[in-house]
């Protein structure tokens, strides 16, 4: 396939993505913005396989690009930040085959054949997930910088464990850094969603 | 968590209002939870460059010779610039007395910094940068630039650096120089201490330190600038668009209207930036070089050398005391450490919250080949209020008393022990706290008495913060279908200013939040506003919403709505002052601790918070506030500290892991309990809050681990490490 042509096709494809759930929430949606970056014609590449939030796509990427360089730079999926960009923040998370991952500690091509999951996946239908409606209940995000991390980590805990404890939703997010500290309002809205919110009282931070 | 409410409080608490004060979830919440909010790292234009900033590796050298020649021939590089072909002063970098915001200072400032220095520093100095189509060939240019330094002996400790001995930073010294230029300490004197500490009966001693604590907000620095023609646009995160603005364009003198700063959300402030910084002037030079738009990218290293953090300090403390256990003297010594270059004051807070006749505080911020000190949220106070109330916690068990008894009988209850404040409710922010965290039965009376090896203590801290008055401005528009649009320089960082400024304006006006469309955080299309920093935007800009929506009201009164395509504007710039009072807000924290004697560990286990900051605006946000800075508090209590290696020069905690910075799982549950007043000053009596719940937690947890092990730690954080070898 030309180069040029298989591109295009891609930048298509992740404005729709992207238009599929916006207008059901704000009208005022800026529009998808075009592709960041193109791939580098003098660097070792590979065309890979990859799902992303439900729509299959086969991409080249270079063989060099982080997850979330693919993600925010080729494919306009702002939504997942870097904070760090070496595994310790966690502002990356995404899902990986349902399993969280940082995606700046995984290469682009490693995501050849898996399904990823980003903050833009959440909202199904036009509905916010009921993580990110307690999420803006209980004044989770502050900056908001580590949130799309954080919804990610805690979508994998509820489908793992519907009904967590306090203790169990700390240690299932510990990789998930928040500078504002925001950590008290985070694990109540994530018991909120589960509906384990009555299980969140009881002092002390550890397990 | 819901807060407490006063129920049952001072006599003060002001009656309820329509829109103020019920718990409202923030106005772009969905933005915020679907990654739709845009930060400064997520703008992309077309034909964008990356660009990346090569540092020093050294903690003190002179440049003698940079060759560029193979980077700039890589392919797709296309500019590269250093000291010598893109050099700009950076006004706000380096600035003599740490003052900021004020362009004469700037211009009589002789130690100035500037986007690239000779000598370099620090470690993390500037040196060049790159602008190449994308960020692997700009990383891959800096490789290519072959730089010859001659090193330079280089100094990490203010107390060494004033040695005669000390390699020299500046050639004037390793004093900074105050706003005269004059090398001077920051002296404060009241009564006689000499003469005081001869005849008190009882005079105690001590030395405290603590650690540069970064602020490490989640998103790193980056900038975006693009020109078109001479129009420079710089997309960046900075808590204050208005001076960001200002000083962008002072110092690559272009005039103001020649520079748009837009910044609408930001991955966290944490003070010390609501001016420009380094990044935006790189980008903006080297925009103009390629002629293309450019980004500039830091890594988290980078920002934890490169930016800037809490300032450490060094502090000694003379306490003289009757024998009734009343101050008869308090005499401080400090040291702070600022970096190589002076972007703030250095101060320590903490002498005031006493009433004594006898107070001398003489206190040195000094320059260090560390990186660059400056404001962290509560900038002086929470090093300066662990010394101090560590200090004067140590008095109390010496002179047996009750710490809280003790504080109560010598707090001072006037603003420096003379003016009068326009309120005051710091007896009842620690009455309230003491009651509700069952302080007498958590206490205990003989530190480090329980049977161990886990061992529980309770301690408390309290505070004074700010709450001035001042300038701000907004623009309001009322359009003839009943729609408000409101104009307001605000920058969206974390603490909810958005959110806030439309439930001001939607009280004020008396419509629903929804009848007010809030702009913000673009100089081209928002007046000035104050800037995210000193907890001051809610009271100023706040008050200038309250202002504009006064003369909105009053045109509608006069004219009538606005009909057809015709708008009401009305815009208010108000610059209200207090007469001969002081305006603080006040609060209390009590922390229960469990140290475990055999590993050093510190579980805190029930952590209990009284605040007054007036009139609360939005409970739900104000919890957050207070939960976060308390726990940024935690942080650097017992982990944060930028470690330095002494014989290197070299930082080696340069990042999350290693710098520690708090987790899910550090996290106690804070509580927090409003006490709310109206002193009918600011928007509907707000005060200052973002700070606020910061500044007194180390205090607090170091007396509560005191209280449970009998030791006295003095040097933060408070590690592991530190409390083993303080009960071996």
């Known amino acids: 396939m030309d180069p040029s042509r298989r591109e295009f096709l891609e930048g298509t494809g992740a404005a729709l993505a992207v238009a599929a759930v916006a207008p059901a929430l704000d009208a005022q949606t800026p529009p998808a913005q075009a592709p960041a970056i193109s791939v580098d014609p003098s660097v070792p590449r590979t065309i890979i396989r990859v799902t992303v939030n439900g729509v299959v796509r086969r991409i080249e990427v270079e063989d060099r690009w982080t997850l979330v360089e693919l993600l925010r730079d080729r494919l306009a999926l702002t939504g997942t930040k870097i904070g760090c960009d070496r595994g310790e923040c966690g502002a990356c998370t995404v899902l990986m085959d349902g399993k969280p991952v940082y995606s700046c500690s995984n290469l682009a091509v490693w995501a050849d054949g898996k399904s990823i999951t980003t903050v833009e996946g959440l909202v199904t239908n036009g509905r916010l997930s009921p993580l990110q409606q307690a999420f803006i209940e209980h004044d989770a995000p502050q900056c908001g910088f580590c949130t799309s991390g954080q919804l990610m980590a805690a979508t994998a805990l509820l489908a793992a464990n519907p009904r967590p404890t306090a203790p169990e939703v700390r240690a299932a997010m510990v990789g998930n850094l928040c500078r504002c500290s925001g950590y008290n309002h985070y694990v109540e809205s994530v018991l909120a969603a589960a509906g384990s919110g009555a299980r969140s009282t009881g002092a002390g931070g550890q397990p | ?728």
């Open chain 2, 1 to 728: 968590m819901k807060p407490q409410r006063n129920d049952n409080a001072a006599s003060s608490s002001p009656a309820p209002l329509k829109t103020l004060g019920h718990s409202t979830p923030r106005i772009d919440g969905v933005e915020r939870v679907t990654g739709r909010a845009k930060y400064t790292g997520d703008v992309q234009l077309p034909g964008m460059l990356y660009a990346r900033v090569l540092r020093s590796p050294h903690p003190h050298a002179r440049i003698k010779s940079i060759d560029v020649s193979k980077a700039r021939a890589l392919a797709g590089v296309k500019a590269v610039i250093t000291h010598e072909n893109g050099q700009v002063v950076w006004g706000a970098g380096s600035v003599a007395g740490g003052t900021q915001y004020n362009d004469e200072i700037k211009k009589i400032t002789k130690q100035r910094r500037y986007t690239f220095n000779n000598p370099v520093r620090f470690v993390g100095d500037p040196v060049a940068a790159v602008a190449a189509v994308n960020r692997h060939v700009a990383e891959e240019a800096l490789q290519l630039i072959a730089v010859d330094y001659e090193v330079l002996p280089f100094v990490l400790e203010p107390e060494d650096a004033l040695k005669p001995d000390a390699p020299k930073i500046w050639p004037e010294g390793n004093l900074a120089l105050n706003a005269r230029n004059e090398a001077q300490p920051n002296t404060q004197r009241r009564g006689d201490v000499a003469q005081s500490l001869k005849t008190s009966p009882h005079v105690f001693e001590d030395r405290y330190s603590t650690s540069f604590v970064h602020n490490a907000q989640m998103e790193p620095r980056a900038a975006v600038a693009h020109w078109e023609g001479d129009k420079l646009t710089v997309y960046t995160p900075t808590g204050g668009i208005a001076n960001c603005h200002h000083d962008i364009a002072r110092d690559l003198g272009i005039p103001d209207e020649k520079v748009r700063v837009v910044c609408q959300y930001m991955g966290g402030n944490f003070g010390n930036k609501n001016q420009n910084q380094d990044a935006d002037l790189i980008a903006a030079v080297l925009a103009k070089q390629a002629g293309a738009p450019v980004k500039l990218e830091m890594s988290r290293k980078e920002d934890f050398i490169g930016m800037h953090g809490r300032w450490p300090t060094v502090q000694y403390y003379t306490v003289g005391v009757d024998n009734d256990a009343t101050l008869t003297s308090l005499k401080l010594r400090g040291y702070s450490g600022m970096g190589p270059y002076r972007k703030n004051s250095g101060a320590m807070g903490g002498l005031e919250l006493y009433k004594c006749p006898n107070v001398e505080s003489v206190i040195s911020p000094v320059y260090t080949n560390r990186t660059v000190s400056g404001n962290f949220r509560g900038p002086e106070f929470p090093q300066g209020f662990f010394g101090a109330q560590s200090m004067i916690d140590d008095v109390a068990y010496k002179m047996k008393m009750d710490p809280v008894e003790f504080v109560i009988k010598n707090m001072s209850r006037m603003s420096r022990d003379e003016v009068p404040y326009t309120n005051y409710s710091l007896d009842e922010c620690i009455r309230r706290g003491a009651a509700q965290f069952d302080w007498k039965a958590r206490w205990r009376p003989q530190p480090g008495s329980d049977p161990g090896p886990k061992k529980r203590g309770a301690g408390f801290a309290m505070m004074i913060f700010r709450s001035g008055l001042g300038q701000s401005s907004a623009v309001m528009h009322l359009d003839s279908k009943g729609q408000y649009t409101l104009f307001v320089g605000v920058t969206d960082v974390g603490a909810g200013a958005k959110t806030t400024m439309n439930l001001i304006a939607a009280e004020a006006l008396d419509v629903p939040l929804s009848k007010v469309t809030v702009v913000w955080g673009d100089t081209d299309r928002c007046p000035y506003s104050v800037g995210e920093s000193g907890s001051r935007t809610t009271i100023m800009t706040g008050y200038a919403v309250v202002q504009a929506a006064a003369d909105i009201k009053k045109q509608i009164a006069e004219k009538g709505l606005p009909a057809g395509d015709a708008v009401l504007i009305a815009s208010a710039t108000p610059s209200p002052r207090l007469e001969g009072k002081v305006r603080s807000s006040y609060g209390a924290h009590f922390v229960e601790v469990e140290v475990d004697t055999e590993l050093g560990g510190v579980h805190i286990t029930k952590y209990t918070t009284v605040h007054d900051s007036g009139r609360i605006m939005n409970p739900l946000t104000a919890v957050s506030q207070i939960q976060g800075a308390a726990i940024q508090g935690i942080g650097q209590a017992l982990h944060e500290n930028l470690v330095y290696d002494a014989r290197s020069g070299q930082p080696l905690s340069a990042g999350y892991y290693f710098d520690r910075v708090p987790t899910h799982q550090d996290a106690p549950t804070i509580e927090v309990t409003f006490i709310e007043s109206d002193d009918g000053y600011g928007p509907f009596g707000a005060k200052s809050m973002g700070e606020a719940g910061i500044i007194l937690s180390p205090a607090a947890i170091a007396n509560a681990i005191f209280n449970a092990i009998g030791r006295r730690m003095k040097d933060l954080p408070i590690t592991r490490d530190k409390i083993l070898g303080a009960l071996a």
